[in-house]
């Protein structure tokens, strides 16, 4: 047995004995207990209060409802539903195309639906028209939407009074001859799939005019029992050389179609080529290089999935006299009477509801920002707006 020194023994006793030492220890051991609970307590909360910064102080401390799911405090109701009150939003592409190709399996709406027609511009920077579109829309709200994706954090300077103002969707850039226009072509159809009542999707430019006034182009539309997407099955100039053959099985050489990209969908049409992974997961890996998706894609898979619905043909006039990729372009000195009377009918006759009809184009391309004062001009005499 090891021998224990005084020191020990009297330093044992001490604490073994002594009463105010227990006493003491006792209250460190409360007093530290207390301090590292109040201090886990206010970590918590203030972490709380981080994500939510809606929760008061005092509802923190003094809680009114024992646990509640954050709602607000307005009662969900089917007008929040049916059409977005801000067409900026956080979701990323592969959640708003989830979100926006959502169907009810209800056919008949519980609301009055009033068709609505959603023109959707693409465009990098200005819209040097919108003061013709401004005319074209006024007097008939309730019957259009407004969209425009252009390049990210480019804002529209437009004025508050006008239809374009404070329309613009999340956008990203893009490159002509890349799946990133596609993307573009299905961002804006998917954000305009949001508002409920949009019926038909009619895609836009810039440099894009409408050549009849809104009614006329309105019914046009929503009486149309096609979509109009150009539908050729081969390109004029390259033929068909843009199609990969390892895109077979899947999407055959005869089942290949090119177009130009300004086309216009039904809603129905609208909500597929948004919900499409399969082919367009294709296209991204293998229509590069010579081959132009944005041109290609849409036609394709229309022809593919929904062929007979469609009126292969454009509702956008472009002047390609002279070949090429892109169409001429129409500056001021060339606006005149004649132009746009021959635009509306050119002598030519389509087939529109399986009838003939000599009003074949309701969109023109392309003309420079200088055109825009004698058009105006022209609108309300030639126009009828
Ligand atoms: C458009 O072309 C498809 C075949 O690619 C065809 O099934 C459809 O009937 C055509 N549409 C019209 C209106 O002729
Ligand atoms: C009418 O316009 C279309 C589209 O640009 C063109 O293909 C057609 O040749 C034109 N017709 C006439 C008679 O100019």
């Known amino acids: 047995m090891k ?64 646990y509640a799911k954050e709602c607000g405090k307005v009662t969900m109701n089917l007008k ?16 708003l195309f989830w979100r926006a190709s959502m169907v009810s399996k209800i056919k008949k ?8 027609v959603a023109f959707m511009f693409m465009t990098e920077g200005p819209l040097p028209f919108f003061p013709l579109w401004d005319r074209f ?23 508050e009074t006008s239809f374009f103002y404070d329309h613009q969707i999340p956008s990203e850039k893009t490159k002509r001859g890349s799946i990133s226009l596609v993307d573009a072509q299905k961002r ?12 038909r999707f009619v895609l836009l430019s810039e440099s894009c005019i409408p050549v009849f006034n809104f009614q006329t182009i309105y019914n046009y539309l929503i009486n149309s029992a096609y979509s109009f997407v150009q539908s050729n099955d081969e390109n004029p100039i390259q033929g068909h050389g843009s199609y990969n053959s390892r895109m077979a099985p899947e999407i055959k050489h005869s089942q290949w179609r090119e177009g130009t990209w300004w086309f216009e969908v039904k ?9 499409d992974n399969k082919y367009y997961s294709i296209f991204r890996k293998y229509c590069k290089i010579t081959c132009y998706p944005d041109d290609s894609y849409i036609p394709t898979y229309l022809n593919m999935l929904d062929g007979i619905l469609n009126a292969n043909r454009t509702v956008t006039w472009a002047d390609w006299s002279k070949r090429g990729h892109h169409p001429a372009t129409y500056g001021s000195e060339d606006i005149t009477e004649g132009l746009i009377q021959s635009i509306r009918n050119n002598g030519t006759i389509c087939t529109y509801n399986s009838k003939p009809s000599s ?5 023109a391309m392309k003309f420079s920002p200088d055109a825009l004062e004698p058009l105006l001009n022209l609108a309300s005499m030639v126009m009828k707006f």
């Open 267 to 275: 809603r129905s049409l609208a909500v597929n080529i948004v919900a």
């Open 3 to 66: 021998p224990r020194r005084k020191g020990d023994e009297e330093e044992e006793e001490l604490w073994a004995n002594s009463p105010r030492k227990d006493a003491l220890l006792r209250l460190i051991k409360i007093v530290t207990g207390v301090v590292v609970f109040m201090a886990g307590a206010v970590l918590g909360l203030s972490w709380g209060v981080r994500f939510n910064p809606h929760i008061a102080q005092t509802e923190i401390f003094f809680p009114t409802k024992p």
């Open 109 to 116: 709406y519980p609301f009055n639906r009033v068709p609505k």
């Open 137 to 159: 829309f006024r007097g008939h709200q309730g019957l259009f939407t407004v969209y425009v994706h252009a390049y990210p954090g480019y804002t529209l300077k437009v004025p």
């Open 188 to 199: 804006l159809l998917a954000n305009a799939l949001l508002d409920l009542s949009n019926e």
């Open 359 to 363: 009003v074949c184009f309701l969109f």
């Open 80 to 95: 929040d539903f049916l059409e977005p009150c801000h067409l900026m939003h956080g979701m990323t592409d592969k959640e």
